[in-house]
């Protein structure tokens, strides 16, 4: 069992040379046919051997014209090239297997993907459309090195049926020019100048026209640049060429924004057999949260949000989240909050060949005050009503149970609302008491218009029909006048009198009139906002 403090991500000033910041890249440069080919062949399709089929692409419409967009091995291998038009690559191959792009699914294949490498670091990010950028940093000692970290995850894609490459060095830049421009896996500090000057201009993630416009005055490598007067070349070709250039070497700073929140602790365990048994991940569930005690104690907290990590055989990671409606330590009720969850998740979660590893991580929390139970003391009312909120909120979600609240407006409809019962208790752990005020029991969902007759223009309504019935109104009370909220519906809002009304069969109501006379409203409509008890 490993307790994980996740690292930060450190910004490299300019004029800094990267010291123990470490960024794997990883490029798959055939992800969409991958995509295909595990989907028909199943996830070790390289393993066992590429079976008797027609070269594969994808295609799609560009520029008002089908071309193709990826191609796999075979088709590389006769010729074809990615822009390609559609009719011209099936006169070369008339058996071509064709399959219609699709961004979308590549893009979910693509964050799977990333969901799987969160196995190494949680500090993961997406790189364009088809490929990721891991913060390996603090993190290379657990597989044996960064050589060994490399072999490793590439190997395990490979097996998972994905061509891919990678790299790692000090920088984003050089790891991305690296994986795709250059066989060099990890490169070392003092080598990523000699590295970068021989690749080409492309590997500094310029566009197409930026490096062809440099290769007609004679630069064609990365290293022509370096010797190169800085000025010219800013005014000739824009700051983003040598932007660039810096960032590859580290003296710009390049952050990476993971995709996911990063946990404030997290604690797993990597299993040397693989479990598929229920109430066996819930017991490694209450060792796991057993583990992160004595993180949260040292911070003097206790966990509101948790998640679990499944890491399955085969690549597919589930994520299972659960709330507390007060700061949580106790890991007989965290398992027990999990229990309430999977039992809502039994069919959705496929186990398939089972669980290699399970994270559990804290994604929020809060500050726990430490007190004294006496012995043989049996739990608060509090306590109990907090357990009873946790496992609803587990088993049917946290909306399941709402309270109203109260909100900074004064306009009635935007002044109370409901939300979760598990967000409104207060960190001491005592649910908040019932919202009381002095408006009707009952707010209609939108204000509706009455027809209003009045005695006088600027006073309450003699009588009004409502919903095609006729009041008499024997007593009046208001205006209560409320200003409109400039900052929400603009400065030409009009403002509103609220008169309280009973009828003469004993109903009340809340009307108000929308505009007033001495603000030049010469009809002022009217409306039903509300019904007393």
């Known amino acids: 069992m490993t307790v994980c403090f996740p690292p930060q991500l450190p910004l490299l000033p300019a004029g800094h040379a990267p010291s123990a910041r470490r960024i794997l890249a990883l490029w798959f440069p055939r992800l969409s046919t991958d995509r295909l080919a595990r989907r028909r062949w199943g996830m070790s399709w390289r393993s066992k051997g590429r079976p008797e089929h027609p070269p594969v692409v994808c295609a799609g419409r560009v520029q008002n014209s089908m071309r193709l967009t990826a191609l796999d091995e075979a088709a590389e291998a006769i010729g074809l090239r990615t822009g390609q038009g559609l009719a011209e690559a ?21 964050e799977a993907i990333a969901d799987w490498c969160d196995r190494y670091t949680p500090l993961v990010a997406i790189d364009g459309v088809d490929g990721l950028l891991l913060d390996i940093t603090g993190c290379a000692h657990l597989f044996g090195g960064e050589q060994g970290l490399i072999d490793d995850i590439l190997g395990r894609l490979l097996q998972l049926g994905l061509e891919v490459r990678g790299a790692i060095s000090s920088t984003p830049g050089l790891s991305w020019a690296a994986a795709r421009f250059s066989d060099r896996q990890v490169i070392a500090d003092e080598a990523m100048v000699g590295i970068l000057s021989a690749l080409p201009m492309r590997a500094l993630r310029i566009d197409t026209d930026m490096s062809l416009a440099l290769a007609r005055v004679g630069l064609k490598q990365v290293g022509d640049l370096l010797a190169a ?11 983003e060429l040598l932007l660039r250039l810096d960032q590859a070497l580290g003296r710009e700073g390049e952050p990476i924004v993971p995709r996911r929140t990063v946990a404030l602790l ?28 004595s993180g949260l104690e040292g911070r003097g907290e206790g966990g509101r949000l948790f998640e679990l990590l499944l890491f399955r055989v085969d690549g597919r990671v589930f994520r299972i989240e659960i709330g507390a409606a007060s700061p949580l330590r106790d890991a007989a009720r965290i398992k027990a909050l999990f229990n309430e969850r999977m039992a809502v998740l039994h069919d959705d979660m496929d186990a398939g060949f089972g669980f290699e590893i399970l994270r559990l991580n804290v994604l929020q929390s809060e500050a726990l005050d430490e007190k004294q139970v006496a012995f043989g003391a049996r739990s608060s009312d509090a306590d109990q009503s907090l357990d009873f909120i946790d496992r609803v909120a587990a088993r049917f979600g946290r909306d399941f149970l709402r309270q109203p609240v109260l909100h900074a407006s004064h306009w009635p409809e935007r002044a109370s609302g409901l939300a979760p019962l598990a967000d409104v208790t207060s960190p001491a752990g005592k649910v ?3 919202v009381r005020n002095e408006r009707p029991m009952r707010l209609l969902a939108h204000p509706e ?26 007593r009046a009370e208001g205006p209560e006048r409320l200003s409109a909220e400039w900052w929400i519906d603009g400065e030409d809002a009009s403002s509103r009198d609220y008169f309280r009304i009973e009828d003469s069969t004993g109903h009340r109501f809340w009307l108000y009139r929308q505009g007033l006379y001495e603000r030049g409203a010469t009809d002022p409509g009217w409306f039903m906002q509300g019904l007393f008890a």
């Open 449 to 474: 218009p009455v027809q209003v007759m009045a005695a006088v223009p600027d006073g309450p309504p003699a009588s009004f029909r409502w919903r095609r019935a006729l009041h008499r109104v024997v």
């Open 90 to 110: 099936r006169a070369i191959c008339p058996t071509l297997d064709v399959a219609e792009a699709d961004q979308h699914s590549d893009r979910q294949f693509l």
């Open 229 to 239: 007067p800085r000025g010219p070349l800013t005014r000739r070709f824009g700051p």
């Open 432 to 434: 908040a008491p019932p």
């Open 266 to 293: 997290s604690v797993e365990r990597r299993l040397a057999e693989p479990v598929r048994d229920e109430e066996a991940i819930l017991d490694l569930v209450g060792r796991l949260a057993a583990g992160l005690r």
